[in-house]
């Protein structure tokens, strides 16, 4: 069985026991924490669930494992002839979980 969740703003295809760094979750931020996802469609074997009725009854469960962040991301400004630069770098804060348990 495995579902596609919305996860801060992207959608991740995810089954029990994966692992995947999403944007930071909001609140519950500390390792060791349960993270409920939305579920935007169920597979499980040849049935497949797109129903908004019972996809509200459906969640997936996940375990926070660590506050992450991502890559830097170095933003440079520059304007010919003017004597303008300006540098500037960025990491954005992500959340790693672990999938833990699909219930439809």
Same mark, same amino acid.
């Given at each position: 069985? /495995?579902?596609?969740?919305?996860?801060?703003? =992207?959608? @991740? %295809?995810? $089954?029990?026991?994966?692992? !995947?760094?999403?944007?930071?979750?909001?609140?519950?931020?500390?390792?060791?924490?349960?993270? @409920? !996802?939305?579920?935007?469609? !169920?597979?499980?074997? $040849?049935?497949?669930?797109?129903?908004? @009725?019972? !996809? $509200?009854?459906?969640?997936?469960? +996940? @375990?926070?494992?660590?506050?992450?962040?991502?890559?830097?991301?170095?933003?440079?400004? /520059?304007?010919?002839?003017?004597? /303008? %630069?300006? =540098?500037?770098?960025?990491?954005?804060?992500?959340?790693?979980?672990?999938?833990?348990?699909?219930? +439809?």
């Amino acid at each position: 069985m /495995y579902a596609i969740v919305r996860a801060g703003g =992207r959608q @991740e %295809k995810v $089954s029990v026991g994966d692992v !995947l760094t999403i944007d930071k979750v909001q609140g519950n931020g500390n390792a060791g924490d349960t993270v @409920e !996802l939305a579920p935007v469609l !169920l597979v499980d074997g $040849s049935t497949v669930t797109t129903d908004a @009725e019972t !996809l $509200s009854r459906a969640v997936v469960r +996940a @375990e926070v494992m660590a506050a992450v962040k991502g890559p830097k991301i170095i933003i440079q400004k /520059y304007k010919n002839k003017t004597g /303008y %630069k300006k =540098r500037q770098g960025h990491r954005q804060p992500l959340t790693k979980v672990k999938i833990t348990a699909i219930d +439809a």
